[in-house]
């Protein structure tokens, strides 16, 4: 069975940095692509970025490019967003997700989900 489990989250002002870990288990991580996705209150959730099997290639939504970055290390079945110049729109459950080797933004393809980790920004 495949788990992963997102960690990572809390507080931070405007301005600061935080990084995500997603740690995957039941699966044969270093072939699949992962994701993060962030669901903020009365929004539907939002793809954040990806990033493909080997760590060679990633995709980033508009609203974070440039202040984030998705990369993992497949020895210890992890992939990390590290978060950087976070505002406070950026508050939300962040969640990994994987399907295999799609790495797209569409949620509805992802059919494995870590429980998320809280992240709020205050202003």
């Known amino acids: 069975q495949v788990h992963l489990v997102e960690s990572g989250g809390g507080l931070v002002q405007a301005g600061g940095s935080l990084r995500l870990s997603c740690a995957a288990s039941g699966l044969s991580f270093r072939r699949y692509a992962m994701a993060w996705f962030r669901q903020a209150p009365k929004k539907e959730r939002e793809f954040v970025g990806s990033i493909n099997w080997s760590g060679a290639s990633t995709d980033y939504a508009y609203s974070v490019k440039g202040r984030f970055t998705i990369y993992r290390e497949n020895v210890k079945n992890s992939v990390y967003l590290q978060m950087s110049s976070l505002k406070p729109e950026d508050t939300a459950v962040y969640y990994c997700?994987?399907?295999?080797?799609?790495?797209?933004?569409?949620?509805?393809?992802?059919?494995?989900w870590g429980q998320g980790t809280q992240v709020t920004v205050s202003s």
């Open positions: 997700a994987t399907e295999g080797s799609y790495y797209g933004s569409s949620s509805a393809k992802y059919t494995y």
